[in-house]
């Protein structure tokens, strides 16, 4: 399967300001979808984005996914102090073994 | 309300046997995928394997394929995990997916909280 890598390692940034995470795909597989998570310390991880820019249920609408082939992005407009944690993506589809980034750190400054 | 609810901690000794429980509470099992997943710590996840009850299909990833087993029973699902290393020590999670078929699963929509396993002599 795929290797995704993400980028960039930890991003800091203001509450107010935009955050973007990328991922990155090491090829393009059919009928593959992308997710996107993210875990608080000593929670267990909770889906933001899923099939690439749709949110999921009790997600605020400042987060938002986009992208296709081999690049995605997850973009939240306007950072909260609530939203620190590591982003994971995670690709599925292509088999039953499906494959996370190493993840993005979010560190509010 | 809607949760996964994962068995406790447990300490085992390597080459010992563990194994771990997700009961699922406000949700189904039925046509949904459950997959265990690890995090050793200060790391990513890990994909452990993945059962879809309603077709009886399992696969187990590259970590540990000939010694982990997953079994469903009900509003139940249960990794078992043998001839334990250090490396094994890890949170394990239990999550449900959307099926895509009989063999696939899409994202993860409901967590369990997570089972910290060590493997200590």
């Known amino acids: 399967e795929a290797v995704l890598t993400q980028s960039p390692g930890t991003l800091s940034v203001s509450p107010g300001e935009k955050a973007t995470f990328f991922c990155r795909a090491s090829r393009t597989e059919s009928d593959t979808s992308l997710a996107w998570y993210q875990q608080k310390p000593g929670q267990a991880p909770r889906v933001v984005i899923y099939?690439?820019?749709n949110r999921a249920s009790g997600i605020p609408d400042r987060f938002s996914g986009s992208g296709s082939g081999t690049d995605f992005t997850l973009t939240i407009s306007r950072v909260e102090p609530e939203d620190i944690g590591i982003f994971y993506c995670h690709q599925y589809g292509s088999a039953p073994q499906t494959t996370f980034g190493r993840g993005t750190r979010l560190e509010i400054k | 309300q809607e949760r996964l609810v994962q068995s406790g901690a447990e300490v085992k000794r390597p080459g010992s046997s563990v194994r771990v429980s997700c009961l699922a509470s406000g949700v189904t099992f039925h046509n949904f995928q459950i997959t265990w997943l690890r995090q050793a710590p200060g790391q990513g996840l890990e994909w452990v394997g993945a059962?879809?009850?309603?077709?009886?299909t399992r696969h187990y990833g590259r970590i540990a394929p000939d010694r982990v087993t997953i079994t469903a029973d009900g509003s139940a699902t249960y990794m078992e995990l043998t001839s334990l290393r250090f490396e094994d020590t890890a949170v394990y999670f239990c999550?449900?997916?959307?099926?895509?078929?009989?063999?696939?699963?899409?994202?993860?929509?409901?967590w369990g909280q997570g089972t910290l396993l060590t493997v200590s002599s």
């Open positions: 099939d690439t820019s």
């Open positions: 999550a449900r997916s959307p099926i895509i078929d009989m063999y696939r699963g899409k994202y993860y929509d409901f």
């Open positions: 059962m879809i009850p309603t077709y009886g």
